[in-house]
């Protein structure tokens, strides 16, 4: 065995040179295979590799030797030859183990051709492998030849079109600068598989650089719609609205980013930018976010603005109580929130601690304008004419010649009664500013103060003549206030009627134009729409304050409110609304005081208020005249009644009236009748705001009869929508019928609450309890009357229709007939009852009109009524009521009403009346 392993081995040296010269032996599978194992055993790789080379140059195919030189190559770390060779084996035998070897070694064998070459044969396996296309696409990007690989993968999707190739492809193209078609193959891409959020990003921006700005953005939503929130993909968005003008998505897409908390400063600032100037409401919000963020006070005054401008005064609160101490004491020291925070103040009245917070900003920075011009408005707002002065003597020679103090310091003048030096800053205004419309209507107004009407005149001419201005949208309202000044100045009531219908039309209401369109209201009797405007500057400011809050109370009739109100703001209020509120709370003595103090240096205004007729004439004498024609069933009546007042306090007057009937009758057939009554009575009447009670007692004569009569009522209103009443008479008329009118009387109480939950809507219930007699004492029997009744009317004023409805229901029970003195005037054998039967009675009217609501009529007033009836006993009927009044020579008023019922009341009986009175004050 040694002697033949020596006989195969010794000649090999010798015959190297030879090998490499010659072919190698003819083979012999033996002798080879034993040599390769002889020298792998020995560890003498080389000769096995010899041995390996020759065996396949005779069997190139054999994939046992070829398996073995891939091993014996990557022993000796050749691994290109051992790629080579397992890559034959692959070939030939197509394993899939092979291929696996292939796939694993072609990287290490640094030849990137090679490796190239390995992969497309690979990707002709599986020409879908997105590995195997990334591995190709590297390859040729690592050859330096991304083109051709380009090319490459561009053929390959033609032949086997996919995901993975097109992916590479868009990759490639943008690897190679090429941008053009690599935005055309991520497009390509994303519209076939979906969008992905880097390659969306790189094509948007490729776009937007090439200048197609519109199809970048659009391209980018639309993808950005079917991918998951991403915070950079929806900022990039965000610039692009911006950028292009589309501000409203800009803001979506900055608001989307601060929904998901990826907000950043520069976000913010960006975001308050376009919301400063397309949608507001959202500035305060991101002003405060911005505040907290970085602590800026810049932002937490710019939020604190906002709010104020917007009137959302809760929100300002809110805001101030959720600062911590540190925040608190920041904006402590910046004169600018001082400024403001007294302001706030000011507008809740609280005057003392605005003064308080301005003098804290004006120890921050004395010299600073700003805090010096609002001190100086706060001395004017407040009326402290000592410290006022005490400061514009301190203040004024270094800043008069500051035209930003000048509009200020002619209000302190006007404030001061130094109406001249007033005139003097606002001419310097004006010369600033010739043209300007605001300028001229101040000096005008000043000129005015001055005393120089014939001055002003001229001014005030030109603006009239020169309307309309073109004004800015924060001078709005003076300009409106301006306009209808002038229109009330120089042209007739119509137009200028006409011009304030215009101005409450316009959309949009803000504080100062709601408060004098609601004045003016008041000044031409429209309550209700004094009341609606004074809600909407309600809704505007969210409070209202001194004068307008006692003004809106007084229109609701609510007198707590106004208490409150005149304690709150006792020094706020002019004499007019001090006036107003004393009589609104039954203050007579005080509220004459006032009115004497408003005409003590005004004569001229004296008879000028309506209001002096609701204190002075009910504690003023009066006599009053009063004639009645009256037809219940047959019984006709023709009444004539003297009442004299005199008052004994100032809520409590003493009245005697003397009233004298005469009975007949139309209808002879019936009742025969002629005869007259006489009734003297005495009425003691006492009234409060809240608390009112009538006492009345009289002796009546009829048909030889004497009787005493008595009256008596107590009411209150504990709520401005509620009150009550309680009567009891006593043997006093009854009108149920003809009968009972005639000589009948009745003795019981009757009870009635009211509710009113609007000024437009008055509902009533009333019950009452009778016990009815004779002029005899005799009785007659009892009743008891129910009455339901609700008006409504859709507004108030002198024409504003109305809604009534009402339903009685009486039940009476007979228990005697006696009523001698009125069977004699019967016909024989008549078996009239005195007391109607049971009925039940509804009814429904139509109302135009009211009566005047003063305690007597201004002008001629007018109202009327016409309603459907339905009786259970008489059936289908109707009434109808006319009234009018009005003054004949001043200080007196005459009413004048009619009246007619058809099948009402329970019995057959039907009715008119007409009645005129005139009373006189003196």
Same mark, same amino acid.
């Given at each position: 065995m040694?002697?033949?392993l020596l006989?195969?081995?010794l000649?090999?040296p010798?015959?190297?040179g030879v090998?490499l010269?010659q072919a190698?032996?003819?083979y012999v599978e033996s002798?080879y295979?034993h040599?390769y194992?002889v020298f792998?055993?020995?560890?003498?790789?080389g000769?096995?590799r010899?041995?390996v080379?020759?065996?396949?140059?005779?069997?190139p195919?054999d994939i046992?030797?070829?398996l073995?030189?891939?091993q014996i190559a990557d022993?000796q770390?050749?691994?290109?030859t051992?790629l080579k060779?397992?890559?034959?084996?692959?070939e030939n035998t197509?394993?899939?183990?092979?291929?696996?070897q292939?796939?694993?070694?072609?990287?290490?064998a640094y030849?990137?051709?090679?490796t190239l070459?390995?992969?497309?044969?690979?990707?002709e396996?599986?020409?879908?492998?997105r590995d195997l296309?990334?591995?190709?696409?590297?390859q040729?990007?690592?050859l330096g030849?991304?083109? *051709?690989?380009?090319v490459?993968?561009a053929?390959w999707?033609?032949r086997?079109p996919?995901?993975a190739?097109l992916?590479?492809?868009q990759?490639l193209?943008?690897?190679q600068?090429?941008?053009k078609q690599?935005?055309?193959?991520?497009?390509?891409?994303?519209?076939?598989?979906g969008?992905?959020?880097?390659?969306?990003?790189q094509v948007?921006?490729?776009h937007w650089?090439e200048g197609?700005?519109?199809?970048?953005?659009?391209?980018?939503r639309?993808?950005?719609?079917?991918?998951p929130?991403d915070?950079d993909?929806?900022?990039?968005?965000a610039?692009?609205?911006?950028e292009?003008g589309?501000?409203?998505?800009?803001m979506s897409h900055?608001q989307?980013l601060?929904?998901?908390?990826d907000?950043t400063?520069?976000?913010?600032y960006?975001y308050i930018t376009?919301a400063r100037?397309y949608d507001r409401?959202?500035?305060v919000?991101?002003?405060?976010?911005?505040?907290?963020r970085?602590g800026d006070?810049?932002f937490?005054?710019g939020?604190?603005?906002?709010?104020q401008d917007?009137g959302?005064?809760q929100?300002i609160?809110d805001f101030?109580?959720?600062?911590?101490?540190a925040?608190r004491a920041?904006?402590?020291?910046?004169?600018a929130f001082?400024?403001?925070?007294a302001n706030?103040?000011?507008r809740?009245?609280?005057?003392e601690?605005a003064a308080?917070?301005l003098?804290r900003?004006l120890?921050?920075a004395?010299?600073?304008?700003?805090t010096r011009i609002?001190w100086l408005?706060?001395?004017?707002a407040?009326?402290?004419d000592?410290?006022l002065a005490?400061?514009?003597a301190?203040?004024?020679a270094g800043?008069?010649?500051?035209?930003r103090?000048?509009?200020?310091l002619?209000?302190?003048h006007?404030?001061?009664?130094h109406?001249?030096?007033?005139v003097r800053?606002e001419?310097?205004?004006?010369?600033t500013a010739?043209g300007?419309?605001?300028?001229?209507?101040?000096y005008?107004?000043a000129?005015i103060?001055a005393?120089?009407d014939g001055?002003?005149w001229?001014?005030?001419?030109?603006?009239?003549?020169r309307l309309p201005?073109?004004?800015?949208?924060d001078k709005q309202n003076?300009y409106r206030?301006?306009r209808?000044?002038?229109?009330?100045r120089?042209e007739g009531?119509?137009?200028?009627?006409q011009l304030?219908?215009q101005?409450?039309?316009?959309q949009?209401?803000?504080?100062?134009?709601a408060?004098?369109?609601?004045?003016?209201?008041?000044?031409?009797?429209?309550p209700?729409?004094?009341?609606a405007?004074y809600?909407?500057?309600?809704q505007?400011?969210?409070?209202l304050?001194?004068?307008?809050a006692?003004?809106?109370?007084m229109?609701n009739?609510?007198?707590?409110?106004?208490a409150?109100i005149?304690?709150?703001?006792?020094?706020q209020?002019?004499?007019?609304?001090?006036l107003g509120s004393?009589?609104?709370?039954?203050?007579e003595?005080r509220?004459?005081?006032?009115?004497?103090a408003?005409q003590?240096?005004?004569?001229e205004l004296?008879?000028?208020?309506?209001?002096?007729?609701?204190?002075?004439?009910p504690?003023?004498?009066?006599?009053?005249?009063a004639v009645e024609?009256?037809r219940l069933?047959?019984l006709?009546?023709?009444?004539?009644?003297f009442?004299?007042?005199?008052?004994?306090s100032?809520?409590?007057?003493?009245?005697?009236r003397y009233r004298?009937?005469q009975?007949?009758?139309?209808?002879?057939?019936?009742?025969?009748?002629?005869?007259?009554?006489?009734w003297l009575?005495?009425e003691?009447h006492y009234?409060?705001?809240?608390?009112?009670?009538?006492?009345?007692l009289g002796q009546r004569q009829?048909?030889d009869n004497?009787?005493t009569t008595a009256?008596l009522?107590?009411?209150?209103?504990w709520?401005?929508?509620?009150?009550a009443s309680?009567?009891?008479?006593?043997q006093m008329?009854?009108?149920?019928t003809?009968?009972l009118l005639?000589g009948?009387?009745?003795?019981?109480?009757?009870?009635?609450l009211n509710w009113?939950?609007?000024?437009t809507?008055?509902?009533?219930?009333?019950?009452a309890?009778?016990q009815y007699?004779?002029?005899?004492?005799?009785?007659?029997? *009892?009743?008891?009357?129910?009455?339901v009744?609700s008006?409504?009317r859709?507004?108030l004023?002198?024409f504003?229709p109305?809604?009534r409805?009402?339903?009685?229901?009486?039940?009476?029970?007979?228990t005697g007939?006696?009523?001698?003195e009125?069977r004699t005037?019967?016909?024989?054998?008549s078996?009239t009852?005195?007391l109607?039967q049971?009925?039940?009675?509804?009814?429904a009217?139509?109302?135009l009109?009211m009566?005047?609501?003063? +305690?007597?009529p201004?002008r001629l007033?007018?109202w009327g009524?016409?309603g459907?009836?339905n009786?259970?006993?008489?059936?289908d009927?109707?009434i109808?009521?006319?009234?009018?009044?009005?003054p004949? +020579?001043?200080?007196d008023?005459?009413?004048?009403?009619?009246e007619?019922?058809?099948n009402?009341?329970?019995n057959?009986?039907?009715s008119?009346?007409? *009645?005129?009175?005139y009373r006189?004050?003196?």
């Amino acid at each position: 065995m040694k002697r033949l392993l020596l006989t195969l081995v010794l000649p090999l040296p010798f015959l190297s040179g030879v090998v490499l010269a010659q072919a190698p032996e003819p083979y012999v599978e033996s002798y080879y295979d034993h040599s390769y194992e002889v020298f792998v055993a020995a560890g003498n790789l080389g000769r096995a590799r010899q041995v390996v080379d020759n065996a396949l140059y005779w069997r190139p195919e054999d994939i046992r030797w070829l398996l073995r030189l891939a091993q014996i190559a990557d022993w000796q770390g050749d691994s290109s030859t051992a790629l080579k060779a397992w890559w034959k084996v692959a070939e030939n035998t197509d394993d899939p183990q092979a291929w696996q070897q292939v796939r694993q070694r072609a990287p290490l064998a640094y030849d990137h051709q090679l490796t190239l070459r390995v992969y497309k044969e690979l990707l002709e396996v599986s020409p879908r492998d997105r590995d195997l296309l990334a591995t190709i696409a590297s390859q040729y990007e690592l050859l330096g030849t991304p083109d *051709e690989g380009l090319v490459f993968l561009a053929d390959w999707h033609r032949r086997y079109p996919g995901q993975a190739v097109l992916w590479e492809m868009q990759r490639l193209a943008w690897n190679q600068s090429d941008r053009k078609q690599a935005a055309r193959y991520s497009r390509q891409y994303m519209n076939r598989y979906g969008p992905e959020r880097d390659m969306a990003l790189q094509v948007s921006r490729y776009h937007w650089l090439e200048g197609q700005r519109e199809t970048a953005y659009s391209d980018l939503r639309s993808d950005a719609e079917n991918l998951p929130y991403d915070p950079d993909l929806t900022r990039r968005l965000a610039v692009m609205a911006s950028e292009l003008g589309q501000w409203q998505p800009a803001m979506s897409h900055y608001q989307t980013l601060l929904e998901q908390g990826d907000d950043t400063l520069p976000d913010l600032y960006q975001y308050i930018t376009l919301a400063r100037y397309y949608d507001r409401d959202r500035v305060v919000a991101l002003m405060e976010r911005a505040w907290q963020r970085n602590g800026d006070q810049a932002f937490a005054m710019g939020a604190l603005y906002q709010m104020q401008d917007a009137g959302r005064w809760q929100a300002i609160d809110d805001f101030l109580h959720q600062l911590c101490d540190a925040q608190r004491a920041q904006l402590h020291q910046d004169p600018a929130f001082l400024r403001f925070y007294a302001n706030l103040l000011l507008r809740k009245g609280e005057m003392e601690r605005a003064a308080q917070w301005l003098q804290r900003a004006l120890e921050l920075a004395p010299g600073d304008r700003e805090t010096r011009i609002a001190w100086l408005w706060l001395l004017v707002a407040s009326g402290d004419d000592t410290q006022l002065a005490q400061t514009l003597a301190a203040w004024e020679a270094g800043i008069r010649l500051d035209r930003r103090y000048w509009e200020v310091l002619a209000a302190a003048h006007m404030a001061l009664g130094h109406a001249e030096q007033a005139v003097r800053y606002e001419s310097r205004l004006l010369q600033t500013a010739p043209g300007d419309w605001e300028r001229q209507w101040q000096y005008a107004q000043a000129l005015i103060a001055a005393g120089r009407d014939g001055e002003a005149w001229p001014v005030l001419r030109n603006l009239h003549q020169r309307l309309p201005f073109t004004v800015s949208d924060d001078k709005q309202n003076q300009y409106r206030y301006m306009r209808l000044a002038l229109s009330q100045r120089f042209e007739g009531g119509d137009a200028s009627l006409q011009l304030a219908q215009q101005i409450r039309q316009q959309q949009g209401v803000d504080e100062a134009r709601a408060e004098w369109l609601a004045q003016w209201a008041l000044g031409h009797s429209e309550p209700e729409l004094a009341r609606a405007w004074y809600l909407r500057k309600q809704q505007a400011a969210g409070r209202l304050h001194a004068g307008s809050a006692l003004a809106y109370a007084m229109l609701n009739n609510d007198r707590d409110a106004v208490a409150q109100i005149r304690e709150r703001y006792a020094g706020q209020l002019t004499l007019s609304e001090q006036l107003g509120s004393q009589l609104e709370l039954g203050e007579e003595r005080r509220a004459t005081a006032t009115l004497m103090a408003m005409q003590a240096g005004s004569p001229e205004l004296a008879g000028a208020n309506n209001q002096q007729e609701s204190l002075l004439l009910p504690s003023a004498r009066s006599s009053a005249l009063a004639v009645e024609q009256r037809r219940l069933g047959a019984l006709q009546m023709t009444d004539w009644a003297f009442t004299q007042s005199q008052p004994f306090s100032d809520h409590s007057t003493l009245s005697a009236r003397y009233r004298q009937r005469q009975f007949a009758s139309n209808d002879r057939a019936q009742l025969d009748v002629d005869e007259a009554e006489q009734w003297l009575t005495l009425e003691w009447h006492y009234q409060r705001e809240r608390y009112r009670h009538r006492f009345s007692l009289g002796q009546r004569q009829l048909l030889d009869n004497s009787e005493t009569t008595a009256d008596l009522e107590v009411a209150g209103n504990w709520h401005s929508d509620w009150s009550a009443s309680w009567r009891y008479q006593w043997q006093m008329p009854a009108d149920e019928t003809s009968l009972l009118l005639l000589g009948g009387s009745r003795t019981g109480s009757q009870f009635q609450l009211n509710w009113s939950p609007q000024s437009t809507w008055q509902s009533s219930v009333d019950w009452a309890d009778y016990q009815y007699r004779d002029l005899n004492s005799q009785n007659l029997g *009892e009743g008891s009357i129910i009455n339901v009744q609700s008006t409504w009317r859709p507004w108030l004023s002198r024409f504003s229709p109305g809604l009534r409805l009402r339903h009685t229901r009486a039940d009476f029970a007979e228990t005697g007939n006696s009523m001698a003195e009125v069977r004699t005037l019967l016909p024989p054998g008549s078996d009239t009852g005195p007391l109607p039967q049971d009925y039940n009675e509804s009814g429904a009217s139509l109302l135009l009109g009211m009566p005047d609501v003063h +305690i007597r009529p201004h002008r001629l007033q007018g109202w009327g009524e016409v309603g459907y009836v339905n009786n259970s006993l008489s059936g289908d009927g109707f009434i109808g009521r006319l009234g009018l009044a009005g003054p004949l +020579i001043g200080r007196d008023a005459w009413h004048l009403s009619v009246e007619r019922q058809l099948n009402t009341g329970g019995n057959d009986e039907d009715s008119y009346r007409a *009645e005129l009175q005139y009373r006189i004050y003196y």
